[in-house]
């Protein structure tokens, strides 16, 4: 992003406050804390903590791209053990120059490989192992997946990462293997020779380390001189299973690393760290200057750190260094790591990953989403669709700064003035981090309207850059003002920016009391959920409108402004945004719940009880653990109604209880029953939606029971996320 302006009289009251602490504290990727050091000094301190050259470009990349792929892809498995035969890899074709089509299309600025994963089975054609591509029938052996990225990636523009990774459990397992194999550590020189291999690269290393390592270190020296430019090694901390007490020799893939991809950063050591998950989760506040209990350009051992709050003052004067550590927020475009296949695991929308771009790189830290291309060496056609339209929307929001020609004014905040008025929803801030570090850690933003300013959002820190979010507002007037900083703050970059809001499908969920909310629909991704409404987060500002009557709802219907008191019947609404129409929802609710009660069921297990069966939540379930009965659960609903029907909505988590049939009971009582009808649903483990049964005639009763006497698919468990009785 280019820098609109600089502000001067902030910069130069900065040089006057600090000109003396500057002559004490200078710049530095790392600054160790002194026993007697202040508060103040400590924070003071922490504002001269800057990002590396290599760090900042990392920075710059902000949306960069994982590559899964290997045997797992073919045996449909996520962490292979290390003994699979490598024909299994059974791969006819590869499409490289698809893949970074599609990466580049979507804004992608990156590519990490996974050139060996947990497994050992490496996609190069290695000197120093035959479990690989060189094993497999793919060009008869002598195919090279990197070197073909490597190429397309060159074609595309697209720079090129590693991952390789440390643990390898082919050479825990194989009765040659190296890992932890304890064999003595002694001088070795890096790359080992291969007769009728040589390298073009003639560098050459002497270490002290064992076998396993040395095995490691000429893994490295291949694919970081025969392969091109390379941007970032990734490590990660995964090691499923350890054998003869084996230990990484850090310090020497460093020095390696360092020489060979001058350029590169290192993922899981000093350079980068873990968001702390992988679903795409953000921290509301992302420091990049975060404190360490040792030194971390001489340390081998890099803990995970998710904390919250990571980086605050609090945090800052426990450490006894101080280092800028940026994040990587990193998941996958499907459910799962690797490729299994296009029916049952599920890909993001494009409303999900365009809003984990804007709260990853909008919040500090660089997104990072795995792609894993399918068994036919291609990325598959729905995730080439969500990179195609996650790309447009980061090209059709941020292509256009709508402050470019705006005027500035340099006081004790700063204001833009635009010529006329614009209309945005989305501002982009971003501190001069390699100079100053980061300082700011409260600001808020306000426009000026009807004749005042009023403010239109407010966040923590900004760092490298902070994408704002809010309902569009439309003025000529802007400012932003600093609420609370470590330093004076040194703002680089401030630019406005228009989301075009799409009116999304709503979601209408009532609880047990009867009170209706309705908002946009969550995503249905159940790998790993990082609790973000994807959908709400975009389009903040859409209005709702409502019927239950059952007419269509238009704007002159009923407008949702919170939760509304609904007794049973069907709603719809429907969302509407520069007067475009969303899809009408509809859903018809039964009887409110809050008065029902257990007469009696048959047993529940510990996690999935009765009421569960009734609580309004359709994300819990009852579940019976006992296989041979014959399941039933029998309910007062408070006082007599009149009913019309019934609800069951199965639990979408657990296939295994589907109610196929049943028997609908009411009785007098609560102790004598009579059937009213016998009810069949089918196709529920490939549809699990609500499924609603008319009565043939309305019955009155307070007391119902349900019997299940067939569980779809001959299971013996019943499972039941919610029972609903409608009522006329």
Not at 251 to 279: M, Q, T, Y
Not at 562 to 574: H, L
Not at 589 to 607: R, Y
Not at 671 to 685: A, I, M, P
Request: glycine share 6%; proline share 5%; aromatic share 10%.
């Amino acid at each position: 992003m280019k820098k609109i302006f600089a502000l001067s009289a902030l910069i130069t009251l900065f040089c006057v406050n600090t000109r003396a602490q500057n002559n004490v504290i200078k710049l530095q990727n790392t600054i160790s804390i002194a026993p007697n050091d202040s508060k103040a000094t400590i924070i003071a301190k922490a504002t001269h903590v800057v990002p590396t050259k290599n760090q900042l470009d990392a920075l710059k990349n902000e949306f960069i791209a994982f590559i899964h792929f290997g045997p797992n892809t073919f045996t449909q498995v996520e962490w292979g053990n290390g003994v699979e035969d490598p024909k299994v890899f059974d791969l006819k074709e590869l499409h490289t120059d698809q893949w970074c089509q599609a990466m580049k299309t979507a804004g992608i600025k990156m590519v990490l490989l996974t050139v060996k994963h947990h497994d050992g089975f490496v996609l190069w054609q290695s000197r120093y192992t035959k479990h690989g591509i060189m094993s497999t029938g793919f060009e008869n052996g002598k195919g090279d997946i990197l070197k073909d990225l490597s190429a397309s990636c060159k074609k595309y523009g697209l720079k090129l990462g590693i991952y390789l990774s440390p643990a390898d459990l082919f050479q825990v397992e194989s009765p040659t293997g190296l890992y932890g194999n304890l064999s003595k550590v002694s001088k070795r020189t890096i790359p080992r020779p291969v007769a009728g291999r040589p390298f073009g690269n003639k560098t050459k290393f002497e270490f002290e380390v064992d076998d396993y390592n040395e095995y490691f270190l000429n893994q490295l020296f291949e694919v970081l001189t025969e392969y091109g430019p390379v941007y970032e090694v990734w490590f990660d901390g995964a090691n499923p299973k350890s054998k003869g007490g084996q230990k990484y020799n850090y310090a020497a893939w460093k020095k390696l690393i360092h020489s060979l991809a001058p350029k590169a950063v290192i993922f899981g050591r000093e350079d980068i760290r873990w968001c702390g998950n992988e679903s795409g989760g953000t921290r509301e506040t992302e420091w990049n200057v975060i404190p360490y209990s040792e030194n971390p350009d001489t340390a081998s051992h890099f803990p995970d750190l998710t904390a919250k709050s990571l980086g605050s003052r609090e945090d800052l004067y426990k450490g006894k260094y101080l280092h800028y550590q940026q994040a990587e927020t990193n998941t996958s475009i499907r459910e799962g790591w690797f490729y299994r296949d296009d029916e049952k695991q599920k890909v993001r929308s494009a409303d999900d990953v365009f809003d984990i771009y804007e709260r990853a790189v909008g919040g500090n830290s660089t997104f990072l989403l795995n792609i894993p291309p399918n068994r036919q060496g291609k990325f598959s056609d729905e995730d080439v669709k969500v990179l195609n339209e996650t790309g447009k929307r980061i090209s059709e929001t941020y292509g256009q700064n709508l402050f470019a020609k705006a005027t500035k004014q340099n006081q004790k905040n700063i204001t833009i003035t635009t010529s006329k008025p614009v209309t945005i929803n989305r501002i982009v801030l971003q501190e001069d981090i390699a100079n100053t570090g980061e300082r700011v850690e409260k600001h808020v933003v306000e426009a000026w309207i009807d004749n005042k300013w009023q403010k239109i959002t407010s966040a923590t820190n900004i760092g490298y850059k902070r994408i704002l979010r809010f309902p569009e507002v439309k003025a000529s007037k802007f400012r932003l003002v600093i609420l609370s900083s470590r330093a004076t703050p040194l703002i680089a970059t401030i630019g406005a920016y228009y989301y075009r809001t799409r009116p999304p499908q709503l979601a209408l969920n009532r609880d047990i009391n009867g009170l209706l909310t309705i908002s946009a629909k969550a995503e249905d991704f159940g790998w790993k959920p990082h609790g973000e409404n994807a959908t709400a987060n975009l389009n903040k500002g859409t209005e709702i409108y409502y019927t239950v009557n059952g007419t269509e709802p238009t704007v002159s219907s009923k407008k949702y402004t919170g939760p509304v008191q609904i007794t049973n019947g069907e709603v719809k609404a429907v969302s509407i945004a520069n007067k475009e129409k969303g899809p009408i929802a509809i859903e018809t609710f039964g009887i409110v719940k809050k008065d029902w009660k257990l007469l009696d069921a048959d047993s529940p297990t510990n996690a999935h009880k009765k009421n569960m069966a009734f609580d309004a939540n359709p994300q819990s379930y009852w579940l019976s653990e006992a296989p041979d009965l014959q399941h039933k659960i029998a309910i007062d609903l408070g006082h007599v109604h009149n009913l019309t029907g019934f609800i069951y909505t199965p639990p979408k988590q657990f296939a295994e209880g589907m109610m196929q049939k049943s028997i609908i009971q009411i009785s007098n009582d609560g102790k004598n029953w009579q059937t009213v009808e016998n009810v069949e649903f089918g196709n529920l483990v490939n549809d699990p939606t609500p499924r609603t049964h008319y009565f043939k005639k309305a019955v009155s009763t307070r007391y119902v029971q349900v019997q299940a006497i067939a569980i779809e698919a001959n299971k013996k468990q019943l499972a039941i996320a919610e029972l609903d009785f409608l009522e006329k």
